[in-house]
């Protein structure tokens, strides 16, 4: 009995070492075969290595040709350093001007397209409407704050043959732009502004007739500096005809402020000191104005700005600076957000 029981403990332990080096084998198969997939990956790798760097190579160097690497950049400048300087906000350039179909124009305008879809004509119609709604004629004197066109001050000068047009610059290329389209009109003063408030601020008492902010207001450094200036400058019974950008609706708490003002900043748009729409009539009667005509035309100004540059804006591309390019983009879908909310309006205002 107990020689069984001996040799039954000598075969179990004979079977567990058995085992024991199967279980020892089987792991060094294993590893032989992970370090020879390891191998064979880092032979493959080192083929791929040179395919992967020249494609990769080819796509920077597509990026970079193509401008979309600079865009890139400037765009996370814009969204990492969002500037609330005046002077690097974003105001219409020639990216919509410079292409071979109209290199004459000069048009720096968001445009009203209720019966157009070219944008030339679409600025045409902005400042044809701002100046029917303020009744210029030849009997008057006009102050032009912050142009950014020289073709509006021809709007004035030769289609509503104003009786004398005193015309502020908004930067030195458009004072220049301005006397070599329009300087040959006598009836014509170019002052150099600079933004706008400070040379408004330098005008004499009682000066002008009519005082005329097309597509500016929204640029200047404070409307209500504008407004006291423009008051001075007005002869009594004188007429200040502007367009502005405002908000449509308070805004609901400071989450929403601070989401909306820097959303602003990036795409260009300070929208800080926008006033209410439902408050500006008083801020005018606060600065001595009595009669205001409001009208909204953001349908016809902003929707149809916004419509048209998504119609155009890859063919305009090819016309515009990269810089500015990411910039506009920027701000047109900012515009169009706001719009989505229904919390940006576009006013024409008439007030004497």
């Not at 198969?29 to 990956?41: A, C, V």
């Not at 902005?126 to 029917?132: E, T, V």
């Not at 004188?238 to 805004?251: C, E, H, I, K, Y």
Request: glycine share 6%; charged share 20%; aromatic share 10%.
């Amino acid at each position: 009995m107990l020689k069984s029981n001996t040799q039954k403990t000598a075969w179990v332990s004979g079977k567990t070492a058995t085992l024991a080096k199967a279980q020892l084998w089987q792991k060094h198969n294993d590893l032989s075969i992970i370090r020879t997939q390891l191998k064979s990956m880092d032979k493959t790798k080192s083929q791929l290595m040179p395919i992967l760097s020249f494609l990769l190579g080819v796509l920077l160097t597509w990026l970079f040709m193509s401008g979309l690497m600079a865009q890139g950049l400037a765009l996370l400048i814009r969204i990492w350093w969002p500037s609330s300087s005046r002077e690097r906000e974003l105001k219409v350039d020639q990216w919509l001007l410079n292409n071979p179909v109209q290199p004459s124009s000069g048009w720096r305008l968001l445009g009203y397209w209720r019966d157009t879809s070219q944008y030339r004509q679409a600025c045409s119609e902005m400042a044809g409407l701002l100046a029917d709604k303020a009744c210029l004629s030849s009997q008057d004197k006009v102050l032009d704050v912050a142009f950014t066109s020289h073709d509006q001050l021809l709007v004035w000068l030769d289609y509503y043959q104003v009786q004398h047009l005193t015309a502020i610059a908004s930067d030195e290329q458009q004072m220049v732009r301005a006397l070599e389209h329009c300087g040959h009109f006598s009836t014509l003063k170019l002052v150099r502004g600079g933004g706008g408030d400070k040379s408004l601020a330098e005008r004499p008492e009682n000066s002008c007739d009519k005082l005329i902010g097309l597509d500016c207001v929204y640029h200047l450094e404070s409307r209500s500096h504008f407004f006291s200036h423009a008051r001075k400058a007005l002869r009594p019974g004188g007429t200040l005809a502007f367009t502005d950008m405002v908000l449509s609706r308070p805004f609901q708490d400071r989450r929403e402020q601070r989401l909306v003002n820097k959303l602003g900043r990036i795409s260009g748009l300070l929208v800080e000191d926008m006033p209410v729409k439902e408050t500006y009539e008083n801020l005018l009667h606060q600065h001595g104005f009595d009669q205001v005509e409001i009208l909204d035309i953001t349908d016809d100004v902003l929707s149809g700005f916004c419509f048209w540059f998504g119609q155009h804006y890859q063919s305009l591309s090819a016309f515009t600076r990269s810089k500015m390019w990411i910039r506009l983009r920027l701000q047109v879908w900012f515009i169009r957000w706001m719009l989505h909310r229904e919390q940006l309006r576009y006013l024409m205002i008439i007030t004497r």
